[in-house]
């Protein structure tokens, strides 16, 4: 047992709106959830991290907030949710749930207020205001992350007001003071409910640099990637995180802060995790890296080093609600699946977290082909359908072999699932000899059984593969398309992806010995 439970934990992230429709109108929603609590626990996951379910327009599914300490009617109310509290925790499951700190809904009542204000009010100091000089010329050349400018003008066209993602997403103004008391009062609101900790949204903004400079190039940046930004990644976030760390502490119950920061390094990306700051960061660079052993292994590299100086755990992901779904990323098809499979079993040997995005367990792939009038994602709309954006990855779950949406709930679904995922329903994959979820199950539970204390890598099999003893148990991970061998690394096999061909790891499969 390591002395806190986050620092070797597996966490499966819930999409509230596509998980489990309880009422069924077609959204996901809390008692959903409540009633696959069990599943959660058979599948052997330490913890659920929540994506957003308080009230909101649902401009970006959720990651626009009008009101932080109401829960969407589509998703239930308090009780639904202290119920579905209480059962994962009588299951031994934690709930770290998602805080939007970055920005609030246009709906938020400190929007409403500020629009109905006059520039220069208090009100709109709560936001970035900015006076219209020239109407066509924007206060800088910041872009929205989701496509076209950062700043839109109020109705009398008197002043732009900044959004990062959508316009129906102000960025608030954490210059100021009434910002800070907020979010410290709703970290205690859902802390005083009993949950185990946040997930905090576009961790790295929040803080601009001084006086909004212009980025360089045309103010394109991507969230999902490396570059530098005047509004990612500023110093100055860190001293917001100071002041989380002593209120979560006051908590019994080893709570804990997940970041989601996009940063330019792996170095930048631990100063989050100092000690009085968050203790886990997303390590997205696995989610960015091709299907090659040079790529894994530098990303593993880099992320041991870094979060070793901060005395931080390692935190591995390969999918969530923003990025194409892992099998798909990897080539999709029976390839992409291996593959996926392999790299899941690598994560899951790796010393530090490791985060499972819902349905990966199934092995469900990428939706490419959504019709544009059932998308969501503002990305799409922002970009004129140019991106598609990422509703493929957020499609419905399939519990059952047949019936309304494959079980997700009695009247269908928000998005429309492929025909084939009857298939890789939690039903069909259930007790299945060789299905992805039984892979999962037992992956999790060998792991759980051979805790990783560290990482030595061992001579490499074969050009495009790797091997490693991690304290507890040998992996060997063949990235390359010609099998390897494997023999040298052991005898007794705890669990491979793939079936072993006369002593030889097939290509795109993993494999775990005993010591
Ligand atoms: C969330 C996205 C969301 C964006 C704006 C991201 O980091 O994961 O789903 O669109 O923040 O809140």
């Known amino acids: 047992m390591s002395e806190h439970w986050w620092r070797d934990a597996v966490i499966y992230q819930v999409y509230p709106r596509s998980f489990a429709d309880a009422n069924g109108d077609g959204m996901g929603d809390l008692e959903g959830i409540r009633s696959r609590i ?55 499951i934690r709930l770290i749930v998602d805080l939007v700190p970055n920005h609030t809904s246009s709906e938020h009542e400190w929007f409403q207020a ?10 709109r100091e709560r936001y970035h205001f900015r006076d219209v000089t020239d109407p066509e010329v924007p206060p800088n050349n910041w872009q ?28 608030l103004n954490w210059d100021n003071p009434e910002v800070h008391a907020e979010f410290q009062s709703v970290l205690r609101f859902w802390l005083d409910r009993g949950v185990d900790g946040f997930r905090i949204d576009v961790a790295h903004g929040m803080v601009k640099a001084e006086g909004l400079p212009d980025t360089g190039g045309d103010g394109t940046i991507e969230m999902i990637g490396t570059t530098q930004a ?44 100092r000690p009085d700051e968050l203790h886990q ?26 979060n070793a100086g901060v005395g931080a755990p390692c935190t591995w992901v390969l999918s969530n609600h923003d990025v194409q779904r892992h099998v798909t990323r990897y080539g999709g098809g029976a ?89 890789l329903s939690a039903e069909a994959e259930d007790g299945t000899e060789g299905s992805t979820l039984e892979f999962y199950r037992a992956a999790i539970a060998i792991r759980k059984a051979h805790k990783a204390t560290g990482l030595t890598w061992l001579a490499d099999p074969g050009e495009d593969a790797f091997a490693f003893d991690n304290g ?13 061998p494997v023999a040298q690394y052991g005898t007794e096999v705890l669990l ?12 795109g499969a993993a494999v775990w010995f005993e010591k």
């Open 496 to 507: 491979a992806s793939a079936d072993l061909v006369d002593g030889q790891l097939p290509g």
């Open 144 to 171: 929205s992350i989701f496509g076209g400018p950062a700043w839109t003008k109020t109705d009398d066209g008197k002043q732009w007001y900044l959004h990062l993602f959508d316009a129906s997403q102000p960025d």
């Open 472 to 484: 507890a148990l040998v992996a060997v991970v063949n990235f390359g398309a010609d099998p390897v």
């Open 114 to 123: 500020a629009l109905a204000a006059a520039p220069g009010s208090p009100e």
């Open 38 to 92: 069990p599943y959660l626990a058979e599948l052997g996951v330490d913890a659920i991290w929540l994506s957003p379910f308080y009230a909101s327009p649902q401009k970006d599914a959720g990651y626009d907030v009008s009101d932080y300490r109401r829960i969407d009617p589509r998703f239930g109310d308090l009780g639904d949710f202290d119920r579905m509290l209480a059962d994962a925790h009588a299951a031994g």
């Open 281 to 306: 960061a997303f390590n997205f660079d696995l989610v960015l890296a091709p299907f090659s052993a040079a790529d894994f292994r530098k990303a593993i590299d880099s992320e041991i080093a870094n």
């Open 230 to 273: 005047p509004f990612f990644d500023q110093d100055g976030v860190h001293d917001i995180y100071r002041t989380w760390r002593p209120i979560i502490e006051e908590y019994e119950g080893d709570r804990i802060f997940v970041a989601e920061a996009w940063t330019d390094s792996a170095e930048r990306r631990s100063l989050y995790l």
């Open 335 to 423: 390839q992409g699946l291996a593959r996926a499979k392999a790299a899941t079993q690598l994560l899951l040997s790796l010393p530090g977290v490791v985060y499972v995005y819902q349905g990966e367990e199934l092995g469900l792939n990428e939706v490419l082909d959504l019709p544009a009038e059932v998308r969501e994602d503002p990305t799409f709309f922002r970009t004129g359908g140019a991106q598609i954006g990422r509703d493929g990855c957020r499609v419905p779950l399939p519990w059952t072999r047949e019936g309304s949406s494959f079980g997700f709930g009695a009247n269908g679904s928000w998005l429309p699932q492929p025909a084939e995922w009857g298939a």
